[in-house]
C-alpha cells in the first residue's frame, strides 16, 4: 500500500442512533446504550478537503454501525457508502480515511470495528437546511434530523466543549428520524439522539 | 394566589440516569434510563424573598421518584429544609418546591402524587476540588463532578435548553451519591448528574 500523504478535511457531519438524547455512548463509550444493541449513523458532507494533491470537495458519504451496547467493548460492524460522484482516486481516499488507515480521529474509531461490510459506491442527496440535515440514498437509507428548540429560540441549543474523535467539540442538538436497511443490517428511529457539528479532520 | 418570590444561588442534581439524563432534553418526555427515575437535588439560595419573608442564605434538598417519563406524573417527593429557616421561611419554600407558588417549579405541583413531607435538617451545598458537594447528614451523602471536557475550561456544558430548571448546566456525573431516607436506599455513583445557576422566580 501507498504510503499516507498529509491530509485534511471540513464540513457537515451528522448522527442519529437508537438512544434517547443524550446518548450515554455518545459521553462515553463505557457506558451502556438504551437497546439490546446500538445502531446509528454518520452522514458526512465534506465541503473542502484535500488528499496529497487531490481535491475532496463536496463529496458525501453515510456510515452505519451496529455495536454492543456498551460500545467500548468493540465487536462492531460498519458499511461505509461513497458518493459516486467520486472518481476511483476519491473512493480510495475516502475510504482509507474512514476506515483509520489514513490516521486522525478515524483510526480510533475503526479499531472497533470487527466486521466491515464491502463498502458501495451509491448515488446520494445530502440536504445542509439551518435547522435540518437530511441524507438519502435509494433503496438504502432515508434519514433527517432536526435541531432542539433553544430557550432562547434565536440560538440553538448547544453540548459544549465535549470530547469526540470526528465531532467538533460543540455539537448542535437534534432528533433524528431514521429508516435504514441493507445487508442484514437495519435502524429504524423516530426522535431519537441526533447531533450535527461542523468537523475538521486532519492526518496521518 | 402566593406573594412574588424569587430565588437565586445554584443547584445540583444527581439521578440513577446513564450521563447525560435523557429526560433533561426531552422536557420529562423520555423514558428514564433505566425505566424509573430516582434522584436527589440541593439548592443554594444565596438571594431570595417571598413577600417580606426574606430567603437568603438557606439550602434546600428534595428526593423524588417518578415511575416513569416525569412528564406522565405520579411523583413521590419530600423535602428538605435548612433547619435555619424561621417558620414563614419554610412555609414559602415548601410552597416553592411543591409547585404551589407557581414559577419553573409550578408544574410540579400537577405532578406530585405523594408529598412525603417537610424534614427540618442541617443542609451543606459547598465547591469541592472540580465539583460541588451536597450533605445532609445521615441522608444525603453527594458529591457530584464535572464530566472532562476537550479543552478550556473543562466543562461539558448544555447551553441554551428549554428545561425548566436552567438552561445552561454543566453535564456532571456522582462521584459519590447516596441517599437513604423515607424506605428508600439509592446509589448513583457513576451515574448523571448536573450542576447550574437558580434564577427562578413566581408565581
Known sequence: MEPTERWWARGLLFENCNCRLLCPGHVSFKQRCD???CVGHWAIHV??????????????????????PVMIAGGWTQAIYLDER???????VLERIFTGQAGGGWAVLAGFVATRLETRSVPMHF??????????IDGIVETAIEAIKGADRGREA??????????????????????????????????????????????? | MAAAWTISGELMLSCNCEVYCPCVLSLGKARPSQGVCYSWWGFRIAEGHA???????????????????????????????DERARPPAAEALTEIFTGRAGGP???????????????LVPIKFEAEGRG??????????????????????GLVRIVNSRYFAAADLVVSTGARSRIRDWGRNWDFTGKSAEYGRLDWAGP
Do not use: C
Not at chain 1, 127 to 136: H, S, T, W, Y
Not at chain 1, 173 to 189: C, E, F, I, K, V
Open chain 1, 35 to 37: 437497546g439490546e444493541r
Open chain 1, 47 to 68: 465541503e473542502e478537503g484535500r488528499y496529497g494533491t487531490l481535491d475532496l470537495d463536496g463529496l458525501n458519504a453515510f456510515i452505519i454501525t451496529e455495536a454492543p
Open chain 1, 86 to 92: 467520486a472518481t476511483q482516486a476519491q473512493r480510495d
Open chain 1, 127 to 136: 440536504e445542509d437546511g439551518g435547522r435540518r440535515k437530511a441524507l438519502r
Open chain 1, 158 to 204: 448547544l453540548l459544549e466543549n465535549v470530547f469526540n474523535q470526528i465531532h467538533a467539540p460543540t455539537q448542535v442538538l437534534a432528533l433524528g428520524t431514521t429508516r435504514y436497511g441493507d445487508r442484514g443490517l437495519s435502524l429504524t428511529t423516530a426522535g431519537t439522539h441526533a447531533l450535527f457539528s461542523r468537523f475538521s479532520w486532519a492526518g496521518p
Open chain 2, 51 to 81: 413577600g417580606p419573608t426574606r430567603l437568603e442564605g438557606l439550602n434546600v434538598g428534595l428526593i423524588l421518584e417518578v415511575p416513569g417519563p416525569m412528564e406522565q406524573g405520579n411523583w413521590t417527593l419530600g423535602l428538605y429544609l
Open chain 2, 105 to 119: 417549579p409550578g408544574w410540579w405541583s400537577m405532578m406530585i402524587a405523594t408529598f412525603l413531607g417537610t424534614r
Open chain 2, 132 to 153: 460541588w458537594r451536597f450533605t445532609i447528614p445521615k441522608i444525603v451523602d453527594g458529591l457530584i463532578e464535572p464530566v472532562p471536557g476537550a479543552r478550556g475550561d
